[in-house]
T-cell receptor
Framework: AQTIHQWPVAEIKAVGSPLSLGCTIKGKSSPNLYWYWQATGGTLQQLFYSITVGQVESVVQLNLSASRPKDDQFILSTEKLLLSHSGFYLCAWSSQGWDTQYFGPGTRLLVL | DAKTTQPDSMESTEGETVHLPCSHATISGNEYIYWYRQVPLQGPEYVTH???QNTTNSMAFLAIASDRKSSTLILPHVSLRDAAVYHCILRVATGGNNKLTFGQGTVLSVIP
């Protein structure tokens, strides 16, 4: 069975500080990977997607970047956090671009 | 992707069967109807999906109108664990970006 793990579970960071969030998929080779973000009280928005190692496409510009250094790993980062980056970050995977997406447990981020 | 309309909230009692409606009057022929549910501080959980025929799995029954302009997610014998926000989403099954567009969904409350 496939498992998806996100780290850290939660973070409290200062404005202007760097951020790195991670996502790992086990039990599935060459998955499509996605980053979503949900502001408190808001709806989920897709930020990035990746169909293979080294390739990442941006969907929404939020002064964030993403990378896929390994087949099973997806990283979300920024060098300078903004207050508006607070929220809930979710990683998801699918077998193919048209297949069902399955979400991870998420990372809660609070920027002060 | 076409837009869906769902009631803001619904309430049920444990053990009852719940019918969650979704309207998608402008659905295209190649758009699938997906249902996810989400509880606070957790990632969305896949419930079911369909294209034209009714579908059933261990979680729910999805009834799709013959003209595909509406659908109903049927949850038999709901328990407290079924309390969540239920999202009805339309998605074109193509390669590349597999973007899910979430709305506010229907908040399902379950009374003991």
């Amino acid at each position: 069975a496939q498992t998806i793990h996100q780290w850290p579970v939660a973070e409290i960071k200062a404005v202007g500080s760097p951020l790195s969030l991670g996502c790992t998929i086990k039990g599935k080779s060459s998955p499509n990977l996605y980053w979503y973000w949900q502001a408190t009280g808001g709806t989920l928005q897709q930020l990035f997607y990746s169909i293979t190692v080294g390739q990442v496409e941006s969907v929404v510009q939020l002064n964030l970047s993403a990378s896929r250094p390994k087949d099973d790993q997806f990283i979300l980062s920024t060098e300078k956090l903004l207050l508006s980056h607070s929220g809930f970050y979710l990683c998801a995977w699918s077998s193919q671009g048209w297949d069902t997406q399955y979400f991870g447990p998420g990372t809660r981020l609070l920027v002060l | 992707d076409a837009k869906t309309t769902q009631p803001d909230s619904m309430e049920s009692t444990e053990g009852e069967t719940v019918h969650l409606p979704c309207s998608h009057a402008t659905i295209s022929g190649n758009e699938y109807i997906y249902w996810y549910r989400q509880v606070p501080l957790q990632g969305p959980e896949y419930v079911t999906h369909g294209l034209q025929q009714n579908t059933t799995n261990s979680m729910a029954f999805l009834a799709i109108a013959s003209d595909r302009k509406s659908s109903t997610l049927i949850l038999p014998h709901v328990s407290l664990r079924d309390a969540a926000v239920y999202h009805c989403i339309l998605r074109v099954a193509t390669g590349g970006n597999n973007k899910l567009t979430f709305g506010q969904g229907t908040v399902l409350s379950v009374i003991p």
